[in-house]
């Protein structure tokens, strides 16, 4: 059975770091691109970042550029999302997905097969 699990996700204080998981079971990310999106109440669902399968190639959208990394353990079947330097206007439910293979130009929720169930972060002092 297909699953993604996020978790990681807590609150934090502004200037704060985050480490978020991405547990995939059911199949293996090997061949899959993974993305990271948030949607935080009354805003769109926003891409984040992505990590290609073949080469690690990243994405990262302007907002979060520089403070987040996003990275991949193929061995332990999960992606991570390090989040550093966290702002207020990164609250948000932080969902991770997945599509085959790569992340594309644009990291866009429709082009994602797979989603977790999403992780719930708050920055606030």
């Known amino acids: 059975q297909l699953q993604l699990v996020e978790s990681g996700g807590a609150l934090v204080q502004p200037g704060g770091s985050l480490r978020l998981s991405c547990a995939a079971s059911?199949?293996?990310?090997?061949?899959?691109?993974i993305g990271w999106f948030r949607q935080a109440p009354g805003k769109e669902r926003e891409g984040v970042s992505c990590?290609?399968?073949?080469?690690?190639?990243?994405l990262y959208a302007d907002s979060v550029k520089g403070r987040f990394t996003i990275s991949r353990d193929n061995a332990k079947n999960t992606g991570y999302l390090q989040m550093n330097s966290l702002k207020p206007e990164d609250t948000a439910t932080y969902y991770c997905?997945?599509?085959?293979?790569?992340?594309?130009?644009?990291?866009?929720?429709?082009?994602?097969?797979?989603w977790g169930q999403g992780t719930q972060v708050t920055v606030s002092s």
């Open positions: 990590i290609s399968s073949v080469d690690g190639s990243t």
């Open positions: 997905a997945v599509q085959r293979l790569s992340c594309g130009n644009e990291i866009v929720f429709y082009d994602y097969d797979y």
């Open positions: 059911g199949f293996t990310l090997d061949y899959y691109a």
